[in-house]
């Protein structure tokens, strides 16, 4: 049995594993559980109604069975979470805290999916792996606590972050984009916030390379190479679909204030990946053609 890998080459995979993916009705399980599924291992897929990760009870009775758990499940409305951070604590933090000891009881392997947020966005250069935390939101902050349960709870982990990640199962930046084209003539956007676009397709195919790779525990940046403004972004998804980029126009993350603040500069380090073996996602301008293309 093989498994794909991002470049389109292969790697042999362990023998197929029992996994549980939690958030099973989110953009990132769209196409996780299919490509887990594609490379042989059995998996159950859980969404909220079947699973309340903040009930330690259920995650005991959840995780039972399985050797490996992808914690998908995610508060993941930033600006109310700075007024609802109660709740995205108990999603983002206490789930993890008791997906991990489910899993530490259970002798099961956790990934734990997080978020670019964990930093300061002040950056000049990539964030390396082990590069200071110091979120700037209440959702940041419920991320970097959940990053610490399961550091804490379970001996066998990965924690992969992530960031300005689109798919085709859900609401996302590239599908806005396209939609607003339909409906305006020009589209203002922000030029002055660097990061990495990430297909959940690039994301789903790193996190199975990971799994079938037996990287070591650790803290790992699942992100495209390359980089861009949210400007650049939008300006590639109108150019890739046809339409003329020019009608993108730059403006500032202060013309249009959010309750949250937005990283000015996510741009993450893949070190950690090379370190074991592991190549990083593709350039994220490839990585858009392709989710493009299969529309």
Not at 20 to 40: E, I, K, Q, S, Y
Not at 165 to 192: C, K, W
Not at 199 to 222: C, E, F
Not at 235 to 250: H, I, K, N, Y
Request: hydrophobic letters at 40%.
């Amino acid at each position: 049995m093989t498994a794909a890998v991002g470049d389109g080459s292969a790697l042999p995979s362990r023998e197929p594993l029992r996994v549980l993916v939690t958030g099973a009705g989110g953009m990132l399980a769209h196409d996780l559980v299919p490509r887990l599924r594609a490379a042989g291992h059995q998996v159950t897929a859980m969404g909220r109604a079947d699973l309340d990760v903040t009930d330690p009870g259920e995650c005991i009775a959840g995780v039972a069975g399985h050797d490996l758990v992808v914690n998908a499940a995610a508060h993941t409305a930033v600006d109310a979470a700075e007024t609802e951070e109660a709740a995205a604590f108990a999603v983002n933090a206490v789930g993890p805290a008791n997906l991990a000891r489910a899993c530490d009881h259970a002798g099961a392997r956790m990934v734990q999916i997080s978020t670019d947020y964990v930093f300061d966005g002040m950056a000049t250069e990539p964030y390396a792996v082990d590069h200071p935390i110091a979120p700037r939101s209440a959702y940041g902050r419920t991320k970097a606590a959940g990053e610490w349960a399961v550091q804490a709870l379970c001996s066998d982990h990965w924690i992969v972050r992530t960031a300005w990640l689109y798919g085709h199962g859900g609401p996302n930046f590239v599908s806005t984009m396209l939609r607003l084209a339909a409906e305006r003539d020009t589209l203002s956007v922000v030029d002055d916030q660097r990061g990495q676009p990430t297909s959940t397709v690039d994301l789903s195919d790193l996190l199975l390379r990971l799994v079938d790779g037996d990287a070591p525990s650790a803290t790992y940046h699942g992100t495209s190479s390359g980089e861009t403004t949210w400007c650049g972004f939008a300006r590639a998804v109108f150019e890739e679909s046809g339409l003329d980029p020019a009608r993108v126009l730059p403006t500032t993350t202060d013309a249009f204030p959010r309750p949250a603040p937005r990283p000015a500069y996510s741009v993450l380090s893949h070190d950690s990946l090379g370190r074991v073996g592991i190549a990083p996602v593709r350039d994220w301008r490839a990585g858009l053609t392709a989710h493009l293309l299969a529309r």
